[in-house]
């Protein structure tokens, strides 16, 4: 089982321009999330979703898009790339909300210029 | 103040040290507790889960003290492997959002 994939690793950007983040799993858990992290700051979560077709906003979401169609897959878009967006983005998954034991993707390194 | 805070160190102990960290948290309603392990450059992993019976694990060790609203993590006869950030997560009450929120971690260095 390969469990939670991120990709790409590293990516750099242009202010203005879009991309996603892909994050795949094979553990059949429903819940899967997307976390952000910053030097000197916790992890923060950026979107979340219970289950295929359903996604919610965390304490970050503006300026990124999620969305859900099937239980493996949980890509995150960047509209429009901004410097404060540079940061290492994690995808998480549990298996539900009754049980919050996550566990993370290797990590995207986002530098945006 | 902060809904979970830590001793962001680093603890710099030798190895064989026993060493302990405390995490608080403002919410009374919270849920569930765990805490996590994060080496350099990596994804956080989860090292354990905190019951309110405390339990152990080999050599950690995790309380929950729900009185004082903190949760601790004790590691006995430390081993350089054990360098690392560790993250408390405290996780909302259950019917709530489902938004854990994670401490910004304290840095563990074992020397020789």
């Known amino acids: 089982n390969a469990g939670v994939t991120q990709t790409p690793k590293f990516q750099v950007l242009k202010t203005g321009q879009s991309m996603t983040l892909q994050c795949a799993q094979d553990?059949?858990?429903?819940?899967m999330s997307w976390y952000r992290q910053d030097p000197g700051m916790g992890l923060r979560l950026i979107h979340y979703?219970?289950?295929?077709?359903?996604?919610d906003q965390g304490e970050v979401p503006n300026g990124y898009n999620v969305s859900r169609s099937t239980t493996e897959d949980f890509p995150l878009r960047l509209l429009s790339a901004a410097p404060s967006q540079t940061s290492v983005y994690f995808c998480?998954?549990?298996?539900?909300?009754?049980?919050?034991?996550?566990?993370f993707g290797p990590g995207t390194r986002l530098t945006v210029t | 103040r902060k809904e979970v805070e830590q001793d962001p160190g680093p603890f710099n102990v030798p190895e064989g040290a026993t060493v302990a960290f405390n995490c608080t948290y403002s919410?009374?309603?919270?849920?569930?507790f765990f805490w996590y392990r994060q080496d350099c450059r990596k994804e956080p992993k989860l090292l354990m889960s905190?019951?309110?019976s405390g339990n152990e694990d080999g050599r950690f060790t995790a309380q929950l003290n729900r009185a004082s609203q903190y949760i601790s993590l004790l590691i006995r006869d430390s081993k350089l492997s054990d360098s690392a950030t560790y993250l408390c997560?405290?996780?909302?009450?259950?019917?709530?959002?489902?938004?854990?929120?994670f401490g910004r971690g304290t840095s563990l260095i074992v020397h020789p």
């Open positions: 998480a998954t549990g298996r539900g909300t009754e049980n919050y034991e996550q566990y």
């Open positions: 553990m059949n858990h429903e819940y």
């Open positions: 979703s219970v289950g295929a077709g359903i996604t």
């Open positions: 919410n009374s309603a919270s849920q569930s």
């Open positions: 905190v019951y309110s």
């Open positions: 997560v405290v996780n909302p009450s259950a019917g709530g959002s489902y938004i854990p929120t």
